[in-house]
């Protein structure tokens, strides 16, 4: 196949220079071997600068496009995470609500449960708090949650960790739907993390509901 040898003779250093003036436009990116300036222009004005980018080609306009930085919105909790700002709310509720639960089981739980329940606890509230600061990356205003009031109504301990244990466990795959349901890549790794996190709330249950069980035997 014929190949066109690029010789600066070739080039159009035009769409070149409107390249290189969103990368370092404070520099001369071919010098002594551009165009010489065209009459009535200054010595060391760029192409870019004297010519109206209206006049760009549609695949050259969708080259400079594609730079690092022609696009304002960020690659990471931009557009894309925005979608998500109502299912962000309900996770942040949902947590806090969690959290709260967790915190009244420790008033009856059994000495040997009341640590792997107090760590749940403390990883629910860290859950908030990330989201907390994902939906402000993304907004740029603080959420304020729900404070829910009265007091919060426990079943016996082995029905209550029943009850948990699903809970974690639907929990988990809500975050995995979520991470699947966003194109943002950031905000996709911190709900598949959410997600980890509450699958293995749901072993920790689980095992502390195998020991209650055995207690019976």
């Known amino acids: 196949m014929e190949q066109t040898l690029h010789t600066p003779e070739n080039y159009d250093f035009r769409r070149y220079d409107r390249v290189w003036q969103r990368v370092a436009p404070q520099m001369e990116p ?13 010595e060391g004005t ?11 080609t ?28 109502m299912v962000l709310t309900g996770f942040i509720e949902a947590e806090l609500e969690d959290r709260r639960y967790y915190l009244t089981m420790l008033r009856c739980a059994p000495a040997w449960a009341r640590q792997a329940l107090r ?4 990883d629910e509230g860290g859950h908030a708090r990330r989201l907390s600061a994902v939906y402000y990356l993304i907004t ?5 949650p ?8 426990l079943e016996r301990w082995c029905p209550a960790l029943r009850r948990r244990y699903h809970e974690e ?11 699947d349901g966003t194109t943002d890549v950031c905000l996709q790794r911190i709900f598949q993390e959410l997600s980890a996190d509450e ?16 207690l019976h035997f």
């Open 30 to 42: 071919y010098p002594g071997m551009g165009p010489a300036p065209e009459e009535g222009g200054t």
């Open 46 to 56: 760029s192409p870019a600068q004297t010519t109206d980018t209206a006049a760009m």
């Open 58 to 85: 549609p695949a050259q306009a969708r080259q400079e496009a594609q730079l690092p930085g022609a696009e304002r919105n960020p690659c990471c909790m931009g557009s894309a995470a925005a979608e998500m700002t």
């Open 119 to 122: 760590t749940i606890a403390d």
């Open 140 to 144: 740029g205003q603080c959420y304020q």
């Open 146 to 153: 729900t404070i829910p009031c009265g007091a919060v109504t």
């Open 169 to 179: 466990a639907c929990g988990a795959f809500n975050y995995a739907r979520a991470a």
């Open 199 to 214: 699958y293995r709330h749901a072993n920790t249950i689980s095992a502390l509901l195998e020991r209650s069980l055995q």
